[in-house]
């Protein structure tokens, strides 16, 4: 996902294994409750195989949701 200058929302079910890899300097980030924070990556355990983004973002607000 890239975005220079914004908001941006991913949305994913709770039960899905996720990873999001933020790449940025000036971004603002919340995340649901489901999800655990190690540095800049963002993890959700679930079934299934894993899916993962990579955000690009220059400045803006992030939020990983598990709704």
């Known amino acids: 996902v ?3 200058l914004g908001n941006v929302t ?3 079910p709770k039960d899905v294994n ?3 890899s933020v ?3 000036a971004v603002n980030i919340n995340h649901g409750s489901s999800w655990s924070q ?6 959700q355990e679930g079934e299934g195989p894993t ?3 990579t955000v690009k973002m220059a400045a803006g607000n ?3 949701s598990d709704n």
Do not use: P, Q, R
């Not at 190690?38 to 993890?43: A, L």
């Open 2 to 4: 890239d975005s220079g």
């Open 10 to 12: 991913l949305i994913l």
């Open 18 to 20: 996720a990873k999001v």
């Open 23 to 25: 790449e940025s300097a």
């Open 38 to 43: 190690n540095g800049k990556d963002y993890t």
């Open 51 to 53: 899916l993962t983004f």
């Open 62 to 64: 992030l939020l990983i």
